[in-house]
């Protein structure tokens, strides 16, 4: 089974900063497969990116995914108050179905 | 606009039985396939099992492997999770999710229900 690592665990930054996340898979992962999705406290996750770099539909341009192979990484441009969560990413692989990383939690300093 | 609305939660012993059910709208259901994820308290995102549009693949964790089982009815716009054997460790937040693209099993979900709470204590 493929683990996704996330960190830091949890990023302290101001509205208006550049936030950077990273994902990092134990073994090469398929860029058509590894997404990113946010979640609020008391809301399902939503989906940001997919196949590590598009943009899902109505998610601000602000928000960017990039990486291949077993590193991978989600960068907010300008933090917008709106965008202090938890993010996830996510990768399939067969046979071990999908896993997600354990997220990060962005936080207002 | 999409919906995806989770029921059949609720508390329940350990070793005992229950049915998720995830009411679908506004897309054309048997196009989709279909996921179950569920979320322990204060935890992560787990996925547990997923099924294609005509039911003809389906996967599940290693976790809830021969306890739980997934289907649907396109007929119905219907998505069931039965939970057999249930244990403390299945208590979560399940949510089922549809993924973006049509005709794929394997996929982004896009989007996700709000949930339903399963909790398993004696």
């Known amino acids: 089974e493929i683990v996704l690592t996330q960190s830091p665990g949890t990023l302290s930054l101001s509205p208006g900063e550049r936030a950077t996340l990273s994902c990092r898979a134990s073994?090469?992962?398929?860029?058509?497969?590894l997404a990113w999705y946010q979640q609020k406290p008391g809301q399902a996750p939503r989906l940001l990116i997919y196949?590590?770099?598009s943009r899902a539909t109505g998610i601000p341009d602000r928000f960017s995914g990039s990486g291949s192979g077993t590193d991978f990484t989600l960068t907010i441009s300008r933090l917008e108050p709106e965008d202090f969560a938890v993010y996830y990413c996510?990768?399939?692989?067969?046979?071990?179905?999908?896993?997600f990383g354990q997220g990060t939690k962005l936080e207002i300093k | 606009e999409v919906q995806l609305v989770e029921s059949g939660g609720g508390l329940v012993q350990p070793g005992r039985s229950l049915r998720l059910s995830c009411a679908a709208s506004?897309?054309?259901?048997?196009?989709?396939?279909m996921h179950w994820v569920r979320q322990a308290p204060g935890k992560g995102l787990e996925w547990v099992s997923g099924?294609?549009?005509?039911?003809?693949?389906?996967g599940y964790a290693d976790s809830v492997k021969g306890r739980f089982t997934i289907s649907r009815d396109n007929a119905k716009n219907s998505l069931y999770l039965q939970m057999n054997s249930l244990r403390a460790e299945d208590t979560a937040l399940y949510y089922c999710?549809?993924?973006?693209?049509?005709?794929?099993?394997?996929?982004?979900?896009?989007?996700w229900g709000q949930g339903t709470l399963v909790t398993v204590s004696s």
């Open positions: 999710a549809k993924v973006k693209v049509r005709g794929v099993m394997v996929n982004w979900f896009d989007p």
């Open positions: 506004g897309f054309t259901f048997d196009d989709y396939a």
């Open positions: 099924i294609s549009w005509n039911s003809g693949s389906i």
């Open positions: 073994q090469s992962v398929s860029s058509s497969y």
């Open positions: 196949g590590a770099s």
């Open positions: 996510q990768q399939y692989g067969s046979p071990g179905g999908y896993t």
